[in-house]
């Protein structure tokens, strides 16, 4: 309840009306100097009045600035009392948002510093990518300035959660090792950062901690090793092969039984014990490349339980994006869950844990026994399913041909029902050579429609866009999908030089994969759900998704250099306009997603069947689809 008093006392003190009033009463100020010496009776009278009506308006001020810091100081108070004795997972992202919003009030300040070092560390595991993303030099300050409480409660994290705040402590320390590594400088001629010094400062404190000392330099020596295989160079003659990695400091990696796989998924302990998770034995001193823009690169680890998983590390790319969105992801299925109905259909997002080592590196767990929708259908040129089953129709380099040509944009939209007519969609056949079997083609059938519709429901409320063909995976064994590359969220495809109109992707192909019913059926039921769910929990998401979007280190510019490498031109220009307008989109990003979640995307608010109608009518419509990237591959 005090929440909700302080987010009004705050909307009020934010508008327009609060503003205006502040500058009248200004302006009457400024008027009343000049009336004060007048001595004719009537501009007394005047004075009289506008001085009691300033002073009124002064004490309204007043009140609400009191009104607004006492709700504040209330609000912070109750959740930090949930997230010491409850279990509410949603305090802590309140409480934070809370606090980094009011980080420059001392009271605010003196209040958490009571407060949260009393706080069981493991609640606060979730959100260290967001708190050490506003670390800061501690030298010369109070303990209770927001950067000396909040270095502390990391540091305390560090001790008590090596494996969750190490790698982020030390991407945040590495950050320049992808300049050393591109530009072959020597990383001591590098100057490092607010955030960098902080880290420093921290990894030097733990390494001096003899229980802590031996893990500080592994995660050391192993943070620095991934990122140079990162930036390892390809042999022009051997890039589709096996290719060997030179003795370094990753391939010295051996028996390290006290530290975890990094791309195991570890959930964090209130007991702190985390010796029942795999260490690792060693990484293959091989790697094998995937394709991309970038080359990144498939590698081993040999776990001590004898289990090899393939992890993927690329590195001049930033993945700090894509692991916060995996973040957001984990709590919609958490929010799912814990509804009935949601539950009981099994409706999740599929994620994959991402380790950023760097400002441009990482290391990916690799989606074991899965395939890009584009290998399936195209199969990289070779035709692929609608070869085998349309050999007469266009083909696939045909249809993009035509996109492309000076006469599609002359009439898109005749041009693009033509080309549909002419390639028509084959999905449906992957799940007949896939699943040959009645009851498990049934079952895939069944995970793929209901994957779909609770990607397309979550990815739409989070603006993510650039879902083309490569960017989503199919897993061979239950046909559920996997979204991979988050660069382009909060709807910032919207902005890209070749707009994308679709609220995600439904093209023929995808709705192909459902069965004769097409998008009615399962998939709209599910969409329903999903969106019923996602609705009814507009303020936890909400709450989740501000701390994220206010991250310093979340790139408010349009999207990451691969999608602008492919819609080439005007990126530069766009990126120019963006630069230090993150604070003004992060809030934009939060209105639209509020708007979303009450309905409200084509004016009036719509119910849920409503709002999902309206959804897949966009999705499908041709006058849509035929303005997308050539990319994107519209047709499938």
């Known amino acids: 309840l005090a929440d909700q008093q302080f987010r009004k006392a705050d909307e009020y003190i934010n508008s327009n009306e609060f503003n205006e009033k502040k500058e009248s009463i200004l302006a009457?100020?400024?008027?009343?100097?000049?009336?004060?010496?007048?001595?004719?009776?009537?501009?007394r009278t005047a004075f009289v009045i506008k001085a009691r009506f300033l002073a009124m308006d002064k004490r309204e001020i007043e009140q609400c600035s009191s009104e607004r810091e006492s709700y504040l100081h209330i609000s912070i108070g109750n959740y930090l009392s949930v997230m010491k004795h409850g279990d509410q997972s949603v305090a802590v992202y309140r409480m934070l948002s809370l606090w980094f919003a009011n980080s420059e009030d001392p009271s605010v300040n003196s209040i958490?510093?009571?407060?949260?070092?009393?706080?069981?560390?493991?609640?606060?595991?979730?959100?260290?990518?967001?708190?050490?993303?506003?670390?800061?030099?501690?030298?010369?300050?109070?303990?209770?300035?927001?950067?000396?409480?909040?270095?502390?409660?990391?540091?305390?994290?560090?001790?008590?959660?090596?494996?969750?705040?190490?790698?982020?402590?030390?991407?945040?320390?590495?950050?320049?090792?992808?300049?050393?590594?591109?530009?072959?400088?020597?990383?001591?001629?590098?100057?490092?950062?607010?955030?960098?010094?902080?880290?420093?400062?921290?990894?030097k404190q733990l390494h001096k901690l003899p229980e802590h000392a031996d893990t500080v330099t592994k995660y050391m020596d192993l943070t620095s090793g991934?990122?140079?295989?990162?930036?390892?160079?390809?042999?022009?003659?051997?890039?589709?092969?096996?290719?060997?990695?030179?003795?370094?400091?990753?391939?010295?990696?051996?028996?390290?039984?006290?530290?975890?796989?990094?791309?195991?998924?570890?959930?964090?302990?209130?007991?702190?014990?985390?010796?029942?998770?795999?260490?690792?034995?060693?990484?293959?001193?091989?790697?094998?490349?995937?394709?991309?823009?970038?080359?990144?690169?498939?590698?081993?680890?040999?776990?001590?339980d004898g289990i090899r998983r393939p992890q993927m590390i690329k590195g001049m790319d930033d993945l700090r994006q894509d692991a916060v969105m995996q973040q957001v992801f984990a709590l919609t299925n958490q929010i799912f869950d814990e509804d009935r109905e949601t539950r009981a259909q099994k409706l999740k997002v599929r994620t994959y844990k991402i380790v950023p080592l760097s400002q441009r590196s990482?290391?990916?767990?690799?989606?074991?026994?899965?395939?890009?929708?584009?290998?399936?259908?195209?199969?990289?040129?070779?035709?692929?399913?609608?070869?085998?089953?349309?050999?007469?129709?266009?083909?696939?380099?045909?249809?993009?041909?035509?996109?492309?040509?000076?006469?599609?944009?002359?009439?898109?939209?005749?041009?693009?029902?033509?080309?549909?007519?002419?390639?028509?969609?084959?999905?449906?056949?992957?799940?007949?050579?896939?699943?040959?079997?009645?009851?498990?083609?049934?079952?895939?059938?069944?995970?793929?429609?209901?994957?779909?519709?609770?990607?397309?429901?979550?990815?739409?409320?989070?603006?993510?866009?650039?879902?083309?063909?490569?960017?989503?995976?199919?897993?061979?064994?239950?046909?559920?999908?996997?979204?991979?590359?988050?660069?382009?969220?909060?709807?910032?495809?919207?902005?890209?030089?070749?707009?994308?109109?679709?609220?995600f992707r439904l093209s023929r192909d995808?709705?192909?994969?459902?069965?004769?019913?097409?998008?009615?059926?399962?998939?709209?039921?599910?969409?329903?759900?999903?969106l019923r769910v996602l609705r009814a929990n507009k303020d936890k998401l909400l709450t989740v998704v501000e701390v994220m979007v206010h991250d310093p280190l979340y790139d408010w510019s349009v999207g990451p250099s691969k999608a602008a490498a492919k819609q080439k031109g005007e990126w530069e220009k766009l990126k120019e306009e963006e630069c230090g307008q993150g604070n003004r989109m992060a809030n934009r990003a939060l209105i639209v997603l509020v708007s979303k979640l009450e309905g409200r995307e084509q004016g009036s608010a719509l119910s849920v069947e409503g709002q999902v109608g309206a959804l897949i009518r966009e999705a499908t419509d041709p006058g849509n689809l035929c303005k997308t990237f050539n990319g994107w591959s519209a047709w499938c």
């Open 362 to 503: 990482g290391i990916l767990e690799w989606c074991s026994n899965t395939t890009p929708i584009g290998s399936i259908l195209n199969d990289d040129g070779k035709g692929g399913v609608h070869k085998r089953y349309f050999p007469d129709k266009m083909s696939f380099k045909e249809c993009r041909a035509q996109y492309m040509s000076p006469k599609f944009s002359q009439n898109p939209k005749k041009t693009f029902e033509k080309i549909c007519e002419n390639f028509p969609p084959a999905f449906k056949f992957f799940f007949l050579e896939q699943f040959p079997g009645v009851t498990e083609y049934l079952r895939a059938k069944h995970c793929y429609t209901k994957s779909v519709s609770t990607t397309s429901m979550v990815g739409h409320i989070l603006g993510i866009g650039d879902r083309h063909l490569n960017n989503i995976l199919v897993d061979l064994k239950t046909a559920e999908l996997v979204h991979i590359d988050f660069g382009i969220a909060f709807d910032k495809g919207k902005i890209l030089p070749s707009p994308e109109l679709i609220p």
């Open 28 to 43: 009457r100020e400024r008027e009343g100097k000049f009336l004060k010496g007048d001595q004719e009776k009537s501009v």
């Open 226 to 304: 991934l990122v140079e295989v990162a930036y390892l160079p390809i042999p022009k003659n051997n890039a589709r092969g096996t290719i060997g990695i030179p003795s370094s400091k990753y391939t010295k990696i051996k028996d390290w039984n006290n530290i975890p796989v990094p791309t195991e998924k570890i959930p964090a302990r209130p007991d702190c014990d985390y010796s029942g998770y795999p260490g690792i034995t060693k990484f293959e001193p091989y790697f094998k490349l995937v394709g991309g823009i970038n080359a990144p690169k498939k590698t081993e680890c040999l776990g001590t």
């Open 510 to 530: 995808i709705i192909d994969g459902f069965g004769p019913l097409g998008v009615e059926g399962l998939f709209r039921r599910n969409c329903e759900r999903s």
């Open 112 to 203: 958490v510093s009571k407060t949260l070092p009393t706080i069981p560390t493991y609640r606060l595991v979730p959100l260290l990518y967001q708190m050490a993303a506003r670390m800061s030099d501690t030298n010369d300050k109070s303990d209770t300035d927001f950067s000396v409480i909040l270095y502390k409660v990391i540091k305390c994290c560090a001790k008590e959660h090596p494996h969750h705040a190490l790698p982020i402590i030390f991407a945040l320390y590495n950050a320049s090792l992808d300049e050393v590594m591109e530009k072959k400088v020597k990383q001591e001629t590098l100057a490092l950062d607010e955030r960098g010094k902080a880290a420093s400062n921290m990894i």
